[in-house]
């Protein structure tokens, strides 16, 4: 089935110690999206790439990275995680930007702990 | 920008009962409006959606409605099952944007 995956589903890290989290997607679609999703709270969008075209969002810390190698792949590095950087992250691919029927579809999550 | 009020926060509902989720936005130049539901731990997934051309949109037990001069949509849901309790966001999106700007959620309970 087509699908959009994520790994690892849970990491636990360092304070401070770099960790990158994977998604792929087999939709074929142009738009990825990574997400923060924190408890209790609504997705956050960090950034989004349409093909390799890279948007970051205004109040994404730079702390946060992202790399999409091909149109199936695409990675968040964080590159010195605090406490507050603890949370569900999520991988979200759309077909089309924002013209069309372009549903975003989920991918399971990671779950971000740092110690 | 865009900003989206999700109201009641929680909800209950006893089996069988119907529950409504009600949202406003800021943008009228929004057009896209999906609903998710997120149950704990797991994935947001799209339940419903409607465009700013439609009125009203319905499938099986959800419904959704979109009134764009008072610039709220809402969310039904009739005969209320204990595997509809989850976390419900409503987003919005402005046309030719890519940025879907969410709700803070509506924690349902269904009540066997």
């Known amino acids: 089935d087509a699908m959009v995956i994520q790994n690892p589903r849970y990491q636990v890290t360092q304070f401070g110690k770099p960790v990158t989290l994977s998604c792929s997607q087999t939709l074929n679609h142009n738009v990825m999206y990574w997400y923060q999703q924190k408890s209790s709270q609504a997705p956050k969008l960090l950034f989004h790439?349409?093909?390799?075209?890279?948007?970051n969002e205004a109040d994404t810390p730079d702390n946060f990275q992202s790399r999409r190698p091909n149109t199936s792949f695409c990675f968040l590095d964080i590159r010195s995680p605090g406490l507050g950087d603890a949370a569900m992250y999520l991988c979200a691919t759309s077909s089309k930007r924002g013209v069309g029927p372009d549903t975003q579809y989920f991918g399971p999550g990671t779950r971000l702990t740092v110690l | 920008g865009e900003n989206v009020e999700q109201h009641p926060s929680t909800l209950s509902v006893q089996e069988g009962d119907s529950a409504v989720i009600k949202c406003t936005y800021s943008?009228?130049?929004?057009?896209?409006f999906p609903w998710y539901k997120q149950e704990l731990g797991k994935r947001p997934q799209l339940i419903i959606d409607?465009?700013?051309?439609?009125g009203e949109k319905k499938d099986q037990r959800i419904a959704v409605t979109l009134n764009k001069t008072a610039k709220h949509f809402s969310l039904h849901i009739t005969e209320t099952q204990p595997e509809d309790s989850a976390v419900y966001f409503c987003a919005a999106r402005r046309a030719g944007s890519y940025q879907l700007t969410f709700g803070k959620g509506t924690k349902l309970s269904v009540i066997p």
């Open positions: 790439y349409y093909d390799k075209d890279f948007n």
């Open positions: 943008d009228s130049a929004s057009n896209y």
């Open positions: 409607i465009r700013s051309n439609v």
